[in-house]
């Protein structure tokens, strides 16, 4: 790459290099049928309507009260939304289907491996189990309504069965992602201060059976040293009554709950009438900081927020078989496997496994097996698919009619592969740009009404208002081709209520940076810093170009640098350590390290090993970096701020720009030489970076000043 290619891209230089990509319109098939089908729905949306249009959303729920005031604003930005309503979350869910759907399947569970038979979990089993699984967690536990109750589970149908049995009984579930570590599990369960942990003994990945009740022992341990004793573990076993784990269970402490639940047999459990601004679950995610984020989220506002967008968006009839792609351990899983379906009565599909097991075509034999219309998954799968299998979707027939991309940018030429082979060309996508602070979607195409555009997540969705703005709080206008941070100017009832015990945090990180006036309770002072970049094309549509803070999107997980950093912290040889992006072809970007040891000690392979495997056992097998480069000394600022871009750009083969400012700008040709040439021999050479992705990579670590 030459030097000018790689200059760091000015927000405007984007606008140079950026490639329009042409409109593809809905199928006349999938307009047809389509719940949003008539243009008016955006009428109805329209900020004139605000905030009494998300009654609709509301309506589509059961409650047993309703409000008297759709938006409270009294608190701001501590929303409160439907205030006065009362309902159940597990009810609507699950026990209201039952009159018309009791034999019809909620979950369809896939094993991983094919040899195991797919289990369909009907609405009136599914009504069963959550019942004896409440009265389990309420009889045997002890547990009431506000406790927290931590899961670390995998993807079996036993995860919902528990996350709904928490919402039965008002009780504020928070699942851990079961790829993370024991100790990231301990530092969550400390966080929320839940007494019970929740996991499984084992279950299989890649053909593997994994020991996950280990991590269970980490778990503990971690939290006792945060000062937080866990009374119960209950732990389900993969296959019940055969225990795969190599952990003893402890005695008076671990409890399996095949055994345990014969007690609680048929036993039902009266849904608990919950206001409509009790928190339903925490889901935590990276920020800046080494603490993890517990997002707060509500009953009322969330529940009715994912079933309006799983309906309009996802376009989710009864009668679909859905499968959403992602993990319940993470927000995608929670609105959009577990709550937005199951709260439209559909019926929902899960798989244990990974996408490639045992080989490239199987997602499209699950969806041709079962009947799947609806598919959704992150970019990551689709490049994986597509680079494993690039022929595998002709082999099967499957017919989607939609489909959606959620996580990362997707790449336009990635895209077109979903298009035109996953989808067959008779499925319309949307690309649905949000977070895990969110609740659900915050900018998509309505797929029947708008135009997909490879690349584009569309407008802001239904009853959202976003905004671009510049450092100065000045607005970035549609078209000016100039990128900023991207707003939404108005609350939503999806909006997370704050974090779990950090209610300052939550006002600084999302509202503080825009707020005109401090003292205000109205919305319109108040723009949430989703903590993106984006451009806004002329036609309306965003294009999210990542973010500006210090998270890297690891296959469409966040992780937090300064986590990474910490976990590298804990070698004892370590003095000093940080986390870059690197462009990846399959997982967007990946993680690599660089550490300066303390005086004295030399450099090794065991000490790069040691520091991936502390990063593994930190927070998890997902956050492994592909390389850690120990290197003499950091290159540094006069004030000592180690500068992240310099390495980034080296890690990346970009420009790394005016480095004669640092206190030691000798130390930039030496890393350089180190890192490029051990990865030119490795054959690591990135290929050309887009000037966005340059961007990217030359402003990362801005945040930190
Ligand atoms: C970050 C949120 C909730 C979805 C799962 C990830 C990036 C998310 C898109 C998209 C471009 C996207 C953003 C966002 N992101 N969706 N469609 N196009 N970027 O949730 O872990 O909270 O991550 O993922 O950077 O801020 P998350």
Known sequence: MTAEQAAPASAAQIAVHW??????????????????????????????????????????????????????????????????????????????HLPSSRNKAAFIWVPEPETERTEAVTYQELYRRVNEFAALLRDFCRVRVGDRVTFHLPMVPELPVSMLACARLGVVHSEVFGGFSGSACGDRIADSGSHILVTMDGYYRNGELIDHKAK?????????????????????????????????????????????????????????????????????????????????????????????????????????TYWCFADIGWITGHSYIVYGPLALGTTSVLYEGVPTYPDPGRPWRIAERLGVTIFHTAPTTIRMLRKLGPDEPAKYDYHFKHMTTVGEPIEP????????????????????????????????????????????????????????????????????????????????????????????????????????????????????????????????????????????????????????????????????????PVVDELRGRVVEMYVALKPGIAASAEIEAKVAGAIETEIGKIARPRSVWIVPDMPKTRSGKIMRRVIAGISNFADVGDVSTLANPEIVDDIRHRVQGVKVSRGEVPRELSSQEVEEITAFGRAEG
Not at 60 to 74: E, G, I, M
Not at 440 to 467: D, R
Not at 538 to 565: Q, S
Request: contains cysteine; negative net charge.
């Open 19 to 96: 490639r329009e990509e042409e409109y593809r319109h809905p199928p006349a098939r999938f307009i047809a049928q389509a719940n949003a089908g008539d243009p008016r729905i955006l009428e109805r949306f329209g900020e004139d309507h605000f905030p009494e249009c998300f009654k609709e959303y509301a309506d589509l729920l059961s409650w047993d009260a309703y409000w008297h005031t759709t938006l409270d604003t009294s608190n701001a930005p501590f929303w409160r939304w439907f205030v006065g309503g009362r309902l159940n979350a597990c009810y609507n869910c699950v026990d209201r």
């Open 413 to 580: 030429d990635v895209w077109r592969w979903y298009y035109e082979v996953v989808g067959k060309r008779e499925a319309v996508i949307v690309d649905t740009w949000w977070q895990t602070e969110n609740g659900g979607f915050l900018g998509s195409t309505l797929p029947a009404l708008q135009p997909m555009k490879p690349g584009s997540c569309g407008p802001g969705v239904l009853g959202i208002y976003p905004v671009i703005y510049d450092e100065d709080r000045n607005v970035v206008e549609a078209g000016s081709g100039r990128a900023g941070n991207i707003c939404i100017r108005n609350p939503w009832p999806g909006i997370f209520q704050t974090i779990w015990g950090q209610p300052e945090r939550f006002v600084q990180l999302y509202y503080e940076k825009y707020c005109r006036n401090k003292d205000s309770t109205d919305w319109h002072d108040w723009p949430y810093l989703a903590g993106d970049g984006a451009v806004q094309a002329p036609d309306g549509y965003f294009r999210i170009l990542g973010r500006i803070d210090d998270v890297i999107n690891v296959a469409g997980h966040r992780l937090g640098t300064k986590e990474l950093e910490s976990a590298s912290l804990t070698v004892a040889e370590v003095a000093e350590a940080a986390a870059v």
């Open 216 to 320: 269970a022992d980490e778990a503990l341990a971690t939290a006792r040293k945060l000062g937080m004793e866990v009374d119960k573990v209950l732990v389900w076993r993969r296959h019940p009554g055969r225990y795969a784990s190599a952990s003893p269970m402890v005695d008076g402490r671990d409890y399996f709950v095949d055994d345990l639940i014969k007690e609680y047999r048929g036993l039902l459990v009266e849904p608990v009438s919950m206001p409509a601004e009790a928190p339903l679950f925490l889901m935590y995610t990276s920020g800046t900081t080494a603490r993890p984020k517990g997002c707060q989220h509500s009953t009322g506002g969330y529940l009715a927020y994912v079933a309006g967008t799983s309906k309009y968006y996802q376009d989710i009839h009864p009668e679909d």
